[in-house]
T-cell receptor
Framework: GDSVTQTEGPVTLSEGTSLTVNCSYETKQYPTLFWYVQYPGEGPQLLFKVPKANEKGSNRGFEATYNKEATSFHLQKASVQESDSAVYYC??????????????FGDGTVLTVKP | GPKVLQIPSHQIIDMGQMVTLNCDPVSNHLYFYWYKQILGQQMEFLVN????????KSKLFKDQFSVERPDGSYFTLKIQPTALEDSAVYFC???????????????FGEGSKLTVL
């Protein structure tokens, strides 16, 4: 079946430093890749998604490139802020026009950014 | 942005009892989902629902589970009877289109934490 593996947490960074959260996936179907973010007391919300191979998604300074050859979708941010403290989930959807909202999530990476 | 509301936020019940988790989806959304997250584990797909019918369910969606959305009211997940392994956070989500790929986007609620004693 489908699977997603991402950087184990927790990750603690100082403000202004760079972030990388690794994500790799396995599927035999056509993937769409997502990053979701969950702030304390809230549900997961979409950060961005990339449906096409070798394209980049970005939002709020975060970005990730869907690398089909490496089956990876690493999340990066050049300079994190305290407000970025949250749980980050990599997720996989399959079948571009046939997917029915079934996502496979990674374990989540807890990020804490200290001032 | 659009909000999905879940009621209750936390419920504690005894094993064997029935529980209903309620979800108020985004008003114009047509597709509805439940996901389950056991503490420290991945969020896992349970079921999706469209036009009054379950379209797809996972192996986690046991016979004791049921979903419905009567007359456009709450989208509910009912577990009857509950078991200890049902203790988890249950997330409801909704989308205007199928949310896994293409143009769809899932909007999640804050979760309902269920503790079965």
């Amino acid at each position: 079946g489908d699977s997603v593996t991402q950087t184990e947490g927790p990750v603690t960074l100082s403000e202004g430093t760079s972030l990388t959260v690794n994500c790799s996936y396995e599927t035999k179907q056509y993937p769409t890749l997502f990053w979701y973010v969950q702030y304390p007391g809230e549900g997961p919300q979409l950060l961005f998604k990339v449906p096409k191979a070798n394209e980049k998604g970005s939002n709020r300074g975060f970005e990730a490139t869907y690398n089909k050859e490496a089956t990876s979708f690493h999340l990066q941010k050049a300079s994190v802020q305290e407000s970025d403290s949250a749980v980050y989930y990599c997720a996989l959807g399959t079948g571009y026009n046939t997917n029915t909202g079934k996502l496979t999530f990674g374990d989540g990476t807890v990020l804490t950014v200290k001032p | 942005g659009p909000k999905v509301l879940q009621i209750p936020s936390h419920q504690i019940i005894d094993m064997g009892q029935m529980v209903t988790l309620n979800c108020d989806p985004v008003s114009n959304h047509l597709y509805f989902y439940w996901y389950k997250q056991i503490l420290g584990q991945q969020m896992e797909f349970l079921v999706n629902f469209y036009n009054g019918k379950v379209m797809e369910k996972s192996k986690l969606f046991k016979d004791q589970f049921s979903v419905e959305r009567p007359d456009g009211s709450y989208f509910t997940l009912k577990i009857q009877p509950t078991a200890l392994e049902d203790s988890a956070v249950y997330f409801c989500a909704s989308s205007l289109y199928w949310g896994g790929a293409g143009t769809g986007q899932l909007y999640f609620g804050e979760g309902s934490k269920l503790t079965v004693l």
